[in-house]
């Protein structure tokens, strides 16, 4: 079968001519080739695999083209990678591959287009589409992939347990591309991945975190992480998870799974935002729920502070898998901790004191969290599932109503400690913090609006009920 619309890019003709200068074969593989058949568009990063030098290719391809792009060479890799507008070309000798137990880095030597397909993770990656001018456009498929991507199966082109031990991040990819594409996991596949787990200790966080963010990024992120937990790779990366699967029952009462019920909440946020920490948030916003479980006799199970344990369990997770510790897990933090904060609101009627105070908590965040917990509603039975969604309803328009009068989402003192400090002639001491947080209390309260004059004409009086005098 001839696939050359896949290559209707001018810059495969500017390859396959290079190629042809040098009397070298060359082929574009893997993502690209994949992504065209399963018509996901045409990727812009584009992996040409050479028989020979990639190297040089890559010289030639960017002496060919009129702009004369920079080559970033990779010696030790005997790579090469070079920007054309918004496409990245990478460039690599066909090698072959042999593990040490211990590494996931190969012995590599000069190979054969096969020899390369070999090395490849799955058959649906290992296809490739010859660039050469006599062949220009002709499949190489020797391990049935396009039959693979038909059936969507993720098979290795090798034996699995092979393929996954000698370089054990395989595993993450697998599940990674089964939760991406919506493909299943052969069964040898699956148990190879459930027998070689505990190789995946040899793989860097960087790597693992990498694939994490994809699964999370994907339509359905619970095909993952379900993936993950049914082969025991979970309990490597996020034990944290782990411990929140099951349910317990202690005379007739029962709580629900968190594990599940986690993976539903990031389902259910994942249709409505694709703000990758904002989904962390939502597969992290129970973790301590295992740590603060506790049985009462009179009022059954409880997770007594729960949001404030997680919020502490999110900065040690980040830290071990060497996430940023930033704004970014900041933000997952608050989120963690602020998680129960609307459907306490909800629940009730929400005065507008306390939607004030859940803004100015929440600040910038607001929205955010509003989202979080509006994804958080699991519940199966529809009369309950109206009502809380409804309550939500209540509580968003109340936001929008308390913040167009008070303007509480970037609180801003309307009044300022140096003109406290004028007011009644004060050096900087405590009373300017006592009145400061006076003022805004009874913002936050809707004793006063969040306005400069009634906020001094409010400055004045609790001035002087502790004990000041005007100047
Ligand atoms: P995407 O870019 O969408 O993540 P991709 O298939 O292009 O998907 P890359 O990580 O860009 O994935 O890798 C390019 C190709 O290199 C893959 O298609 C596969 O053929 C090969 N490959 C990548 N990582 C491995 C690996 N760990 N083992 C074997 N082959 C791999
Ligand atoms: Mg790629």
């Known amino acids: 079968m001839n696939h050359t619309q896949a290559l209707s890019n001018p810059i495969f003709k500017i390859v396959s001519q290079a190629a042809d200068e040098l009397g070298m074969d060359c082929y574009v593989i893997g993502g690209f080739v994949r992504d065209f058949l399963l018509e996901r568009g045409t990727a812009k990063d584009i992996d040409i695999v050479a028989i020979g030098s990639g190297i040089e290719l890559a010289k030639k391809v960017a002496a060919l083209l009129k702009k004369k792009p920079q080559?970033?060479?990779?010696?030790?890799?005997?790579?090469?990678?070079?920007?054309?507008?918004?496409?990245?070309?990478?460039?690599?000798?066909?090698?072959?591959?042999?593990?040490?137990?211990?590494?996931?880095?190969?012995?590599?030597?000069?190979?054969?287009?096969?020899?390369?397909?070999?090395?490849?993770?799955?058959?649906?990656?290992?296809?490739?589409?010859?660039?050469?001018?006599?062949?220009?456009?002709?499949?190489?498929?020797?391990?049935?992939?396009?039959?693979?991507?038909?059936?969507?199966?993720?098979?290795?082109?090798?034996e699995p347990g092979i393929t996954y031990s000698d370089d054990p991040l395989r595993m993450m990819r697998a599940i990674r591309f089964a939760t991406q594409l919506n493909f299943k996991i052969e069964q040898n596949s699956l148990l190879a991945i459930t027998e070689n787990k505990d190789r995946i200790t040899i793989i860097s966080k960087e790597r693992i975190v990498d694939e994490l963010h994809k699964i999370l990024a994907s339509n359905v992120p619970s095909t993952g992480f379900s993936l993950l937990h049914k082969t025991g790779l979970l309990p490597y990366i996020l034990p944290e998870l782990v411990a929140l699967q099951g349910i317990e029952e202690i005379e007739g009462q029962r709580h629900k799974d968190n594990f599940w019920h986690t993976l539903e909440v990031v389902d259910n946020i994942s249709k409505t935002t694709d703000n990758l920490w904002l989904r962390w948030a939502a597969l992290l916003h129970d973790i301590g729920k295992a740590p603060t479980k506790k049985f009462h006799k009179k009022i059954g199970w409880t997770f007594h502070g729960h949001e404030f344990v997680g919020s502490k369990m999110v900065y040690k997770l980040f830290k071990r898998l060497r996430m940023p510790l930033n704004?970014?897990?900041?933000?997952?933090?608050?989120?963690?901790?602020?998680?129960?904060?609307?459907?306490?609101?909800?629940?009730?009627?929400?005065?507008?004191?306390?939607?004030?105070?859940?803004?100015?908590?929440?600040?910038?965040?607001?929205?955010?969290?509003?989202t979080l917990c509006e994804a958080d509603i699991t519940t199966k039975n529809p009369k309950k599932q109206r009502r809380y969604k409804n309550n939500f309803k209540i509580v968003r328009e109340k936001i929008i109503e308390v913040e167009e009068r008070d303007h509480i989402r970037k609180f801003q003192p309307p009044v300022s400690g140096e003109e406290i400090m004028a007011t009644f002639n004060l050096k900087p001491s405590k009373e300017i913090g006592i009145i400061k947080e006076a003022i805004k209390e009874a913002i936050l309260e809707g004793e006063i609006p969040n306005e400069y004059e009634a906020a001094k004409e409010f400055m004045l009086a609790k001035g002087k009920a502790i004990g000041l005098t005007p100047a």
Not at 117 to 139: C, H, K, M, P, V
């Open 327 to 370: 704004d970014k897990m900041k933000f997952v933090q608050k989120m963690v901790l602020m998680s129960s904060r609307p459907i306490v609101l909800s629940e009730d009627y929400a005065t507008d004191s306390a939607v004030r105070r859940l803004v100015f908590d929440a600040g910038e965040n607001v929205e955010d969290l509003m």
């Open 71 to 158: 080559v970033s060479v990779f010696k030790n890799f005997g790579t090469a990678m070079l920007r054309h507008g918004d496409i990245e070309l990478e460039f690599v000798g066909a090698r072959k591959e042999s593990y040490h137990r211990d590494s996931r880095k190969p012995v590599v030597e000069d190979g054969t287009l096969a020899d390369d397909q070999n090395r490849r993770d799955f058959t649906i990656n290992a296809l490739a589409l010859s660039l050469n001018a006599d062949n220009f456009g002709e499949l190489l498929d020797p391990f049935d992939g396009v039959s693979d991507l038909k059936k969507k199966i993720i098979r290795t082109p090798l």
